[in-house]
């Protein structure tokens, strides 16, 4: 068993597999080391940003994973990959190891800049870091509350499968016959829905409304499906892969790949897989919401002002 800290955390140390350099040091937490395992590209956790980010979602500057190895006190990780790009570091350097530390503590540049930092991110170094003590507050903050809501509905959802309304509560008696295939069939009728509204192919109200609509309706599914299969809320964390996604950049073709990934990871009996499943229609959620530039908060703020009309909440 791996050890992560008691952030949840574990160093990862990126060595380049054709020429053995050191490229980068870097954190994963478990949702990271599994996106990493599972999509063959190295994922990481950002401290600083509180979100798990994948390399090369900006620069293009990508890592193909060739093979992890875990230290003796299994406490670290080294991952030998393949860098496109050329360019491991974020300020441009063929690895983050391009300064010479000299006798009087000053440092020496040692390499060559491959990229300009500003022209690939868009902003000049001293705005990255201005911007990114003003930002990681409000986004612990959208974090802390997102988490609260998706924890509130997750706890109603809960409650009608441990209590048989079904005669008052069509989600209730859902969950009492715990059709799995049933469940999964109907989240694929709305991811669909969901990347219809993104591609202008299903319109209702707009872009944002049908977006925050069909967000919650997937939500809802995924929820029922993590309900029926008696997971724990911390076992699938859907705030973390929801803001994953918003934070994502993905192409459509990605999305295709990701939806369809997502239903045959869930469409399996085995639990790692539900929750991989489930992780990747949340991230789908996040997507959504980022392309139609809503809140991603909104869908589950939808959800519970929903509920209160019913009075499953305060």
């Not at 003796?72 to 974020?90: F, I, P």
């Not at 967000?215 to 309900?227: C, D, N, P, R, T």
Request: proline share 2%; charged share 20%; hydrophobic share 35%.
């Amino acid at each position: 068993m791996l050890k992560f800290d008691r952030q949840g955390l574990i160093p990862v140390v990126i060595q380049d597999d054709a020429s053995a350099d050191v490229l980068m040091v870097a954190f994963m937490n478990e949702e990271a080391l599994q996106l990493t395992r599972q999509t063959g590209y190295t994922h990481f956790f950002s401290r600083s940003r509180n979100r798990i980010w994948r390399k090369g979602e900006q620069s293009g500057n990508a890592q193909e994973v060739r093979a992890i190895f875990v230290n003796c006190e299994e406490n670290s990780l080294l991952v030998r990959v393949v860098q496109h790009g050329k360019a491991a570091c974020h300020e441009g350097y063929y690895n983050c190891y391009y300064r010479r530390l000299l006798p009087d503590d000053s440092y020496e540049i040692v390499a060559e800049r491959i990229f300009d930092p500003e022209e690939v991110y868009g902003v000049t170094q001293s705005e990255t870091a201005s911007s990114v003590a003003g930002s990681n507050t409000a986004s612990q903050e959208i974090a802390q509350k997102l988490e609260a809501s998706m924890t509130q509905l997750y706890g109603v959802y809960l409650y009608l499968r441990d209590h048989d309304l079904s005669e008052q509560s069509n989600t209730s008696r859902l969950l009492q016959e715990r059709s799995h295939s049933y469940l999964v069939a109907r989240l694929a009728d709305e991811m669909q829905e969901l990347a219809d509204v993104q591609s202008g192919e299903h319109v209702h109200s707009g872009q944002e409304p049908d977006t925050i609509l069909e967000g919650s309706q997937v939500g809802y599914w995924l929820f029922l499906i993590a309900a029926s299969n008696n997971l724990g809320y911390n076992e699938f964390t859907p705030h973390v892969s929801l803001l994953s996604g918003h934070n994502e950049c993905s192409g459509a073709d990605k999305v295709v790949e990701r939806r369809q990934e997502c239903l045959n990871l869930l469409s399996s009996t085995q639990s790692a897989a539900i929750v991989l499943g489930l992780h990747l229609g949340f991230v789908l959620i996040g997507w959504a919401c980022a392309e139609a530039k809503v809140s991603p908060l909104a869908p589950a703020e939808f959800d519970l002002q929903q509920m209160r009309r019913k009075g499953l909440v305060k």
